[in-house]
């Protein structure tokens, strides 16, 4: 079976293209960059998709939390696009596949930034959401742009928490301030953050790609709801570093803008009663134990 991967070399991607290989499937990228085994955009678009392609997964898009990127009109177009006209290129080059040729599924990533935070509410795949600020407009116009027309391609999208894992992410992140003792709980900590480890993530898509009972929404989270204080704590403990410190929310909405900022100022409670109804199991369900397992 043949996949083909827009964001591959990310990290989530990266991760999710040696896990595909290891399970005998055929990958090819998507990249701006030319690289091995992969296709640029431009060729996508003058091509179409690679013959005897049978899924397809987007997991591209510029790095939100970039802190040295300022949040500009033209950076936030580039947050846009790259997701926004990324699904759009990859949904129009599939309707245009001839039926033979159609991918059997599509797979794009989308984010829990689309429930409005709230320190109560626990939301799952049911519920409403994705219209009260930049990012919760951005996960649905993201995830509206991944529709494909017909019913030849089944279409997934995975609402993904936080992504916990070496090299990349908020845990590449916040390292070196946690090795420093520096670690440190955003305002209050009382904030939710919803969190999965990249190996049930990565699982997750594979699943979506194997199994045709995963159509629409699946929320990509851990069972165990933790708020920023506790995944602090926990991750300063096991790296045998104090956590008493806390920045303030001001400072962060100064460096990231208060639009993105609420990406680490707010948050909200998500399960995923999909992965329930499929079955899915989760491998790593308590923060402690997934963080244990990343830094050892
Ligand atoms: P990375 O930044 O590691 O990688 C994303 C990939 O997207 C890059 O390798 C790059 O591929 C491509 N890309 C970056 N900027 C652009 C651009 N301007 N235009 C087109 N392509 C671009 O991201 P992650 O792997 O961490 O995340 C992947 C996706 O998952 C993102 O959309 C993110 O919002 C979403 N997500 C991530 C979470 C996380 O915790 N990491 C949580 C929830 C959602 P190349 O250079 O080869 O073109």
Same mark, same amino acid.
């Given at each position: ?39 640029? =955009?431009?060729? @996508? ?96 116009? =993201?995830?509206? &742009? ?14 993904? /928490? ?44 594979? !699943? &979506? ?5 995963? &159509? /629409? ?20 403990? @096991? ?10 929310? !001001? ?9 993105? &900022? ?35």
């Amino acid at each position: 079976k043949k996949v083909l991967i827009a964001g591959g070399s990310g990290f989530i991607g990266s991760v999710l293209t040696k896990q595909l290989q290891k399970d005998g499937f055929e990958t090819c990228l998507i990249s701006r960059m030319p690289r091995p085994n992969s296709i640029t =955009w431009d060729d @996508l678009n003058q091509n179409g998709i690679p013959e005897r392609t049978d899924a397809v997964i987007n997991v591209a898009g510029q790095n939100v939390l970039d802190p040295t990127r300022r949040w500009t009109p033209g950076f936030k177009q580039n947050v846009i696009a790259s997701r926004v006209h990324t699904n759009q290129m990859l949904v129009n080059v599939i309707n245009q596949c001839d039926s033979h040729q159609k991918p059997k599924v599509f797979v794009s990533i989308s984010g829990v930034g689309y429930y409005r935070p709230d320190p109560n509410q626990i939301y799952d795949e049911y519920s409403t959401g994705g219209d009260h600020d930049f990012l919760s407009k951005l996960c649905t116009d =993201w995830e509206k &742009a991944s529709k494909v027309e017909g019913d030849q391609t089944r279409n997934v999208i995975v609402r993904s /928490g936080i992504v916990l894992g070496k090299n990349g992410g908020i845990i590449q992140q916040m390292y070196p301030l946690f090795f420093l003792g520096l670690g440190s709980k955003i305002g209050s900590g009382t904030q939710h953050m919803p969190w999965i480890h990249i190996e049930d993530i990565c699982n997750i898509f594979i !699943q &979506a790609l194997i199994n045709d009972k995963f &159509a /629409g929404v699946i929320n990509g989270v851990a069972p165990e709801i933790v708020t920023n204080d506790q995944f602090t704590k926990t991750f300063a403990r @096991l790296l045998w570093r104090p956590s008493f410190l806390f920045i303030p929310e !001001q400072i962060i909405e100064f460096v990231f803008s208060s639009e993105r &900022a609420v990406m680490m100022t707010r948050g909200q409670k998500v399960i995923s009663k999909r992965m329930e109804e499929l079955g899915v199991h989760i491998k790593h369900p308590t923060v402690e134990e997934a963080l244990k397992d990343i830094l050892k």
